[in-house]
């Protein structure tokens, strides 16, 4: 408005300075939006622990190899490195925690100060509340339905998420080592990525010393692994084959997929195939249970009404009709002649009603020769 007074673009308004003081309601209605909330250009942070962002994400559609729907990603303030924990149900989050929180603080002799979190109820609870108060740890929780106050943990959920959806799509393992995949991403990632204000990785933020990276392999390739558990004879094979799915924690070992056996284990003995390109479906009976991991998924088969194959079709047909055989009960046939001209019945089956009927010559060949013939010689009735 004022625009137009100062410029005369208009004629009929009164030549007065308009204001605006915020107090239109109807105006408020229409316009309203989420307030912003602006990231810290300089951190405040200036030691590990000091600060740990937290959140949950889950429940993922397919369980993992072990049974897993939820991952608990923790992240340092400082270093923003990152850990990962896999739960079945929310449940475990204080459990965790609690390990976790008393087994970091003694890793590098520093304590927890500050927690940041969201309000779910796996990190607002009875459990969580007397462990902090105990430990002397202030919680900080983001307004309810606001996740960008979390933002740290929320960006690292995303960052985690697409590394392991592109793993998995580069080498062609089906989602059900998902968990495995978000596992060595975050490894992978607390080595690898640099940290702006200190331009050093994660790792050597948090540890104090540099990664070594000349152990790491690409995820997925094919393996095979030395068997050193069976006893074996004299001309079996020494080796299983199986796929790489990322790095032991607590030991110098690879986490490996082993084919015959069906599970994850940790092993040194490997060796790779970086130049053997994975093939979706490969090996016997491809990498896991498909009745296990339908019932994992709570799939449901549904049988199609109509097919579209004619030979589908026809095939359905064919075993429905054998199936309507098997479960029609008895039946019982009478068989009668074909009328013809001549009167049915001699002269001596007239005078003697007694005497039964008697087929003549013709049909008496016909009832012994033909008994199955469909040409409306004879019918039949059920329940007779």
């Known amino acids: 408005m004022n625009k137009l007074v100062k410029g005369n673009l208009v004629r009929g308004l009164p030549s007065k300075l308009f204001k605006n003081d915020q107090t239109c309601v109807a105006c408020q209605k229409g316009k309203q939006h989420r307030a912003s909330c602006k990231s810290k250009t300089v951190s405040s942070i200036s030691q590990p622990l000091h600060m740990l962002h937290m959140d949950l994400f889950g429940p993922t559609f397919v369980k993992s190899l072990m049974k897993k729907m939820y991952c608990l990603v923790v992240t340092d303030d400082y270093s923003r490195f990152s850990w990962v924990f896999f739960l079945a149900t929310k449940d475990e989050t204080s459990g965790i925690l609690k390990s976790f929180i008393t087994g970091v603080e003694n890793l590098i002799d520093q304590r927890v100060k500050v927690i940041r979190c969201d ?124 796929f790489f799915v990322g790095y032991s924690i607590n030991s110098k070992a690879f986490r490996v997929f082993n084919s015959r056996t069906r599970i994850v284990e940790e092993n040194l003995h490997v060796q790779f195939s970086e130049n053997t390109p994975n093939i979706a479906g490969s090996g016997p009976n491809w990498l896991f249970d498909i009745d ?58 007239k005078s003697s009603p007694d005497a039964g009927f008697k087929p003549s ?11 199955g013939k469909e040409g409306g010689d004879y019918c039949s009735r059920e329940g007779r």
């Open 119 to 242: 309000n779910g109820t796996e990190f607002k609870n009875k459990e969580m509340n007397q462990f902090c108060e105990r430990k002397g740890i202030k919680r900080e929780f983001s307004v309810a339905r606001t996740p960008q106050q979390n933002g740290v943990a929320e960006r690292k959920n995303r960052t985690l998420i697409e590394a392991a959806r592109t793993m998995l799509a580069d080498s062609k393992l089906p989602t059900t080592f998902w968990a495995e995949a978000v596992n060595t991403a975050c490894y992978v990632q607390n080595r690898v990525l640099v940290t702006k204000p200190h331009n050093k990785t994660p790792y050597e933020l948090f540890l104090g010393r540099k990664p070594a990276l000349g152990f790491m392999r690409p995820f997925g390739c094919p393996v095979t692994i030395l068997n050193t558990i069976d006893h074996l004879g004299k001309f079996d094979g020494k080796a299983d084959e199986g």
């Open 361 to 371: 010559g013709d049909d008496e060949k016909k009832v012994t020769e033909e008994p």
């Open 292 to 349: 296990a991991l339908t019932k994992s998924m709570n799939y449901k088969p549904v049988v199609a009404g109509n097919q579209s194959n004619g030979n589908a079709g026809t095939k359905a047909c064919d075993d429905a009709g054998k199936a309507r055989m098997e479960t029609v009960p008895g039946k019982d046939y009478i068989l009668l002649p074909l009328w013809t001209a001549d009167p049915p019945f001699s002269q001596s089956s």
